[in-house]
């Protein structure tokens, strides 16, 4: 098995997770954590474990970005996302 290749997508998560610590707006941070779940599976792809992999986009690239971006989107239209007392 050739390790390059799984070697060099773990440095691209790594470049992408800092990336997404020192980006100063939430959009690129969100882009940048999507990013990095992605090299993760492709990571998982390479060492033949699809199924992580596939697990992997939905519940760690999917799912997170969509949420982020829901939440950024509420907050841009002035809805106030906190519970409330009564």
Known sequence: MNV???GFLLFLVLVCGLFALLSS???RSVQ???ASGLCLALVFAVLRAPAVALGQLLF???FPALLYLFVFRACRKG????CRRR
């Open 4 to 6: 390059f290749p799984a």
């Open 25 to 27: 707006r939430p959009l």
């Open 32 to 34: 940048a954590l999507a």
């Open 60 to 62: 760690g690239v999917t």
């Open 79 to 82: 809805r106030d996302l906190r």
